[in-house]
């Protein structure tokens, strides 16, 4: 599903940038 793929690859990038940038 497009969609899902999509979702996975925005949470990646979510988590890449809280990794990079813990809060």
């Known amino acids: 599903n497009a969609y ?3 979702d ?3 949470m990646d ?3 890449l ?3 990079r ?3």
């Open 4 to 6: 899902d793929t999509w």
């Open 8 to 10: 996975f690859l925005l």
């Open 17 to 19: 940038k809280q990794l």
């Open 13 to 15: 990038e979510f988590t």
């Open 21 to 23: 940038q813990p809060q």
